[in-house]
């Protein structure tokens, strides 16, 4: 890929997604996540496997979210109640990043599920 400067609040992301250049037209492998200002690291492991644990409170100031898994099974998050390993969950499967697209962000609690106690994950919210 090639290198592109990065600001506070973007993420290069490798092949999970990519946007048009509104002025230039140019596919660019890189997606801005947000505005540039601080993160929060909500980055952890999955305390108690079987069992639903808070990612993040809601947070009505909230620009943007993603989850990262590390570990090699599933990890669910749920954005509208307790995460599960079923729908209305989104399953991230192992080596994944979900992101939530830019104008759809969810303020409200984020809850994350994992069948195996010590799945990593990196999560950051700004």
Wanted: charged share 15%.
């Amino acid at each position: 890929m090639p290198d592109v400067n990065l600001s506070p609040g973007d993420v290069r992301v490798e092949k999970l997604a990519h946007r048009r250049d509104p002025t230039s037209g140019a596919i660019e492998p890189y997606v801005r996540m947000g505005a540039a200002g601080a993160w929060t690291n909500r980055s952890g492991t999955i305390t108690a496997g079987g069992t639903a644990q808070v990612l993040a409170a809601a947070n009505p100031a909230r620009r943007g979210v993603f989850v990262q898994n590390h570990s090699g099974a599933d990890l669910w998050l749920n954005d509208l109640g307790v995460a599960a390993a079923a729908q209305p969950s989104i399953r991230i499967p192992a080596g994944m990043t979900c992101e939530f697209p830019l104008g759809c962000v969810p303020v409200t609690a984020l809850s994350i599920f994992g069948a195996t106690t010590g799945q990593p994950f990196t999560a950051r919210e700004w």
